[in-house]
């Protein structure tokens, strides 16, 4: 496993102007992947890359127009049932990436950056079923 140190203070300086961001303007809808502010988080759990300390997520559902339950995604394989691997192709790119499922969490709409793509209806079933699957 790749160690490294986690930079808790940029990370909690970007929260504090996230958390004030005023989004009144913004709309998102189940089935579409967002770049979203994930930050640094503790242990194992997903953290966000870069400046933004972002990462895709996948909304799962939407329960209002300032939370929705979230699914991290990855570029690195993963395998086993925590994991669904989405294959999603854009022109004639084909991109895969893996849903984290034991990691799905709700989230401040706040956090959301910009819109990547929208998963087809029958790929976004099979994702929320795997989920289900996993909680019995």
Not at 44 to 55: H, L, P, V
Not at 81 to 93: G, I, P, T
Not at 99 to 108: D, E, F, H, K, N
Not at 118 to 134: A, G, N, T, W
Request: charged residues 35%; aromatic residues 12%.
């Amino acid at each position: 496993m790749d160690w490294y140190i986690k930079d808790f203070d940029s990370w909690n300086h970007l929260k504090n102007r996230i958390n004030d961001r005023k989004i009144s303007k913004l709309f998102y809808k189940e089935k579409e992947i967002w770049w979203s502010s994930l930050g640094v988080n503790v242990g194992t759990e997903m953290d966000g890359k870069n400046d933004s300390f972002e990462r895709p997520v996948l909304v799962l559902k939407k329960i209002n127009k300032n939370q929705f339950f979230a699914a991290p995604m990855t570029t690195k394989i993963k395998k086993g049932r925590l994991y669904f691997k989405l294959s999603l192709k854009d022109a004639d790119v084909t991109t895969t990436r893996f849903i984290c499922l034991a990691q799905v969490r709700i989230m401040s709409s706040k956090r959301l950056l910009r819109k990547v793509e929208v998963v087809d209806v029958d790929l976004f079933r099979k994702v929320r079923k795997s989920y289900i699957k996993l909680l019995s």
